[in-house]
């Protein structure tokens, strides 16, 4: 349990700066989620490997925050393009 909650911290902050990047720079959150997502899977491998339920509890919560990071910067990306585009006073003349 001692090891869940720093974990959770992990991955909430992890979410929101990933979040933030998709929306304001969507190739440079692709950069940091597959960063993140190599860092959990080999987490989650490395916990696959520990017997017990520690290890299945551990793996379940990297795998739980790898999909919750990937969620949240797909879903910035989405908004990015979603947002109008700016455009300036010069092209409507």
């Known amino acids: 349990m001692k090891l869940l909650l720093p974990l959770i ?3 909430v902050i992890l ?3 990933l979040f933030i990047a998709g929306l304001i720079s969507p190739s440079r959150s692709h950069v940091w989620q597959r960063l993140s997502g190599r860092w959990f899977r080999k987490a989650e491998d490395q ?3 520990s017997g017990g339920r520690v290890g299945d509890m551990a793996r379940d919560a990297f795998r739980l925050t790898r999909r919750a990071t990937e969620k949240s910067a797909d879903s910035g990306r989405e908004i990015h393009e979603k947002l109008p585009k700016g455009r300036s006073d010069k092209q409507d003349r």
């Open 9 to 11: 911290l992990v991955g």
């Open 47 to 49: 916990s696959d490997e």
């Open 15 to 17: 979410c929101i700066v």
